[in-house]
């Protein structure tokens, strides 16, 4: 092999190593905040790459009537049982699995689980608020306020039942590292989510929460969006007709923002929910908060059971 060839070889794998140095240094910068080189990192308050403080109202566009009325038990989001009938298909809501060609993916169990809902029993328990825990309240007509608690913790209120969820950022996660001893990068390992020991379930559940965040470059502002994964939930409903979901139930959420024409902002929210209990796979939907000016339409109204 001549020794021109060696040479650019030898170039080309230290450009490759100076090419990835680069990358680890923005993702180590990214990593550590604005805390400075050597400095303590900063907090996730100072690394939020948004805003998503303030007074939000959820705009209701989609799933209307299970979300700004109280459907019938056994109305999956097609009708209730029986009521739909598609030509050439047949009536929706009825058969071994009622939810079939329902909007939530349901199996055998979780369909069967969602006919027995009983409001009046609900209501002689105390259970009221079934349907404004984690995974319900953000389907309601709510209004949500977002503060910071502290440094880092996100607190995310809503009128709505008067319910508090609180999403909690833990420490950061090591950045990535350039292995020059063979021009490789290796990236940092993926985040785990899972609740203290001794998290008790609740109806908000113990929910975590890590920003993702785009560096600037020359073109492009910082930028990013909030992912949010709860557990230790208590047993609850979607919608306030009595669609189950389980203490099995992971739910993952993401907030981004956007600013429409009319400078108004928005939360484009989407929420997946896991339940192996109840669920064939993975149920998403995705729904939108528009931000109001002020608490002027702040009203704080008790659970309910219809």
Not at 42 to 48: E, H, S
Not at 158 to 168: C, I
Not at 226 to 239: E, I, S
Request: glycine share 12%; with cysteine; charged share 20%.
């Amino acid at each position: 092999m001549s020794r021109g060839i060696l040479t650019r070889r030898a170039t080309s794998r230290g450009l490759l190593a100076v090419a990835l140095a680069c990358l680890v240094g923005l993702t180590t910068v990214e990593a550590q905040g604005r805390g400075g080189r050597g400095g303590a990192p900063a907090t996730a308050r100072a690394r939020a790459p948004i805003d998503l403080t303030g007074y939000w109202t959820a705009v209701v566009s989609e799933d209307w009537h299970t979300r700004m009325l109280t459907a019938p038990k056994g109305d999956f989001g097609s009708g209730a049982p029986g009521a739909i009938e598609i030509p050439g298909v047949g009536p929706i809501g009825v058969g071994a699995n009622p939810s079939e060609r329902g909007n939530i993916p349901y199996n055998a169990r979780g369909a069967k689980a969602a006919l027995a809902w009983d409001p009046a029993k609900d209501e002689a328990e105390g259970n009221t608020c079934k349907a404004y825990g984690a995974p319900g309240i953000m389907r309601l007509p709510t209004q949500l306020r977002i503060s910071w608690q502290d440094d880092s913790t996100l607190k995310l209120e809503a009128d709505h039942g008067t319910q508090t969820r609180l999403f909690h950022f833990g420490p950061l996660a090591p950045p990535g590292r350039m292995d020059f001893s063979n021009a490789t990068y290796v990236p940092p390992p993926p985040l785990e989510f899972e609740p203290p020991p001794g998290v008790q379930p609740s109806g908000q559940g113990y929910s975590m929460a890590v920003w993702h965040v785009v560096p600037a470059t020359g073109i492009v502002e910082r930028g990013g969006h909030l992912k949010v994964v709860t557990m230790r939930l208590t047993p609850g409903y979607y919608w306030k007709n009595g669609m189950p979901y389980t203490g099995s139930l992971v739910l993952t959420e993401y907030f981004r923002l956007m600013e429409l024409p009319d400078r108004s902002q928005w939360i484009r929210y989407t929420q997946i929910a896991e339940d192996p209990e109840y669920l064939t796979q993975p149920w998403v939907v995705n729904y939108a908060f528009r931000k109001l000016p002020d608490g002027s339409r702040w009203n704080p109204i008790p659970c309910s059971v219809k």
